[in-house]
């Protein structure tokens, strides 16, 4: 077995709560759960939460494009 079916058996590490999740959106190669995603589509960017969730979305990095 594969490190790539391992992470599907014990789910992934949210980027934003730093938990293992099994569900979520990746972008790029960093997972987002499902709980954060809602979390931060529905904050408002007066709300404090919002700076925060800019700080760990900041932690996403475009990977390297290979020609």
């Known amino acids: 077995m594969n490190s790539t079916s391992l992470q599907h058996l014990n789910g992934e590490t949210c980027i934003i ?3 293992e ?3 979520g959106i ?5 997972f987002i759960c499902v709980e954060c995603e809602q979390n931060i589509t529905n ?3 007066s709300d404090p939460k919002y700076q925060y969730y800019l700080e ?3 932690r996403v990095k475009n990977p390297p494009l290979y020609s």
């Open 17 to 19: 709560c730093d938990k």
């Open 56 to 58: 760990k979305l900041r």
């Open 43 to 45: 904050t408002q960017t």
């Open 26 to 30: 990746h972008l790029y190669t960093s």
């Open 21 to 23: 999740k099994e569900t």
